[in-house]
Nanobody, 115 residues
Framework: QVQLVESGGGLVQPGGSLRLSCAAS????????MSWYRQAPGKQRELVAR???????EYADSVKGRFTISRDSVKNTVYLLMKSLKPEDTAVYYC?????????WGQGTQVTVSS
């Protein structure tokens, strides 16, 4: 089972940028579809961005044009570059890795957008 560790969260002003990282253990990282989800207080967890094992990407409408998901197969890491951050982007961000028979989650990293 892959293990995922997120990092890169923090406090940022509106309009600022952050890059989240998710480091994955294991040697079959390339076989996983990797995603970032977020959960704000009192709300359900929602998909933010996904990158499939073949490289296809998809984004929630609320982050299109502002967020970019990417993966580095050498470092076994998936990134979420977040630009033009808004207060409504405030949430705990979770990394997820899926393949047949496996659905792995990281512990989450807090992102707070506030002046």
């Amino acid at each position: 089972q892959v293990q995922l560790v997120e990092s890169g969260g923090g406090l940022v002003q509106p309009g600022g940028s952050l890059r989240l990282s998710c480091a994955a253990s294991g040697s079959i990282f390339n076989m996983y579809d990797m995603s970032w989800y977020r959960q704000a207080p009192g709300k359900q967890r929602e998909l933010v961005a996904r990158i499939l094992s073949g490289g296809y990407t998809e984004y929630a409408d609320s982050v299109k044009g502002r967020f970019t998901i990417s993966r580095d197969s050498v470092k076994n890491t998936v990134y979420l570059l977040m630009k033009s951050l808004k207060p409504e982007d405030t949430a705990v961000y979770y990394c997820n890795g899926k393949r047949i028979g496996v659905d792995a989650w990281g512990q989450g990293t807090q992102v707070t957008v506030s002046s």
